[in-house]
């Protein structure tokens, strides 16, 4: 599989095929099958699955990849630059809400993927335009050295308690799941007490950092006591043998927050038909759960998919029932709000 860092690497690339056709003497051989995929999924979780499809298929897969601060930003914000005259085929996002502001964009196409009838409704585009499978779940990482579970917060509105003045992490909440979990209290909460919850933990000094992995990472380290992230990093931490667990961030006694992976044809795609077979493998059972046998523990969205026992029990537990259009409208209400609490990156 080839990796693609730019706009000009896939020029390149395809200026090369050409030149190289141009070449030869008789008619030029038949162009190979590819697919040009953007993904937000860890590059260490989505490169070897992309790298199965190609092998099975042989379409010839590039992939663009996003930083860990940026995550998703950076990507849709390439898309819709590039919406005119799409480069991309296929967009394989780590959340769901910016994902839904393509489809409001206008960047993406429906497409009912022959083998999605098993996911939930409540992960799929009622019109077709995104899919989700393989979910992570929002947590509370704590250092197991430093606080006992019992001791832990109950629910994600005690975070702001006094005890816990300086000792809670958080990454930077405009970008990734972290903007995601905020346009989700916006959405559920509403404005006014979703605002407050975010001025009460910048009052209450949490520490902000670039990404969801850099806040676990400080919390195995002993830098902070506990953070806000995501089932993926903080079981790949524990796997490491880290000082880390991790439990459910309650809402009001309703529930975790499940946010799963979702993947969508780009509209105008130069390469349609691949990008279709691409989204279909994608949201195979065997894609499912080789994600959740993988560090990153990934959640299965269909009943049935082999995991580990301790994603099962993930799979058992109770969740928010979100209306991820709704929170996809609170997105850059939140992101203004959030914004003036803790400044720009």
């Known amino acids: 599989m080839r990796q693609v860092y730019g706009m000009a690497a896939v020029l390149t690339v395809a200026a090369l095929a050409i030149t190289v056709a141009g070449c030869g003497k008789g008619k030029p051989p038949a162009p190979k099958a590819e697919v040009v995929v953007y993904t937000a999924l860890d590059q260490l979780y989505s490169e070897p699955i992309l790298r199965k499809f190609e092998a099975a298929t042989g379409i010839a897969t590039l992939a663009v990849y996003d930083s860990e601060a940026a995550k ?67 947590v509370l990482a704590f250092n197991a050295e430093k606080v006992s579970r019992p001791e832990l917060p109950t629910d994600i509105s005690h975070l702001t308690y006094e005890e816990w003045k300086g000792k809670v992490g958080m990454a930077y909440p405009l970008f990734g799941s972290t903007a995601t979990h905020a346009a989700v209290l916006w959405s559920e909460w509403g404005p006014l007490r979703a605002k407050r919850f975010f001025e009460d933990l910048r009052n209450n000094g949490v520490v902000i950092f670039d990404g969801n992995m850099s806040a676990a990472r400080a919390v195995a380290s002993g830098e902070i006591l506990m953070c806000m992230t995501d089932t993926d990093d903080a079981h790949l931490l524990k796997g490491e043998g880290k000082p ?91 992101a203004a709000q959030l914004k003036g609490l803790y400044g720009s990156r």
């Open 244 to 334: 880390i667990d991790w439990k459910l961030i309650d809402h009001d006694g309703r529930g975790g927050l499940l946010i799963p992976n979702t993947v969508a044809l780009v509209k105008n795609a130069p390469h349609p038909e691949a990008g279709k077979r691409l989204i279909e493998y994608l949201l195979s059972a065997e894609v499912e759960a080789a994600l959740a046998a993988c560090p990153s523990a990934q959640i299965p969205l269909r009943p049935g998919v082999e995991a580990p026992v301790e994603v099962k029990r993930m799979a058992e537990a109770t969740f928010l029932d979100v209306n991820f259009t709704s929170a996809a409208l609170e997105l850059e209400a939140s």
């Open 72 to 138: 998703t930003v950076g990507l849709v914000n390439r898309l819709i630059a590039e919406r005119e005259r799409p480069i991309c085929d296929v967009f394989w996002n780590n959340e769901v809400v910016r994902t839904i502001q393509l489809k409001d964009a206008g960047v993406i196409e429906p497409f009912v993927p022959s083998n999605a009838a098993d996911i939930p409704p409540s992960f799929k585009d009622p019109e077709g335009y995104w899919t989700g499978f393989a979910a992570r779940a929002r």
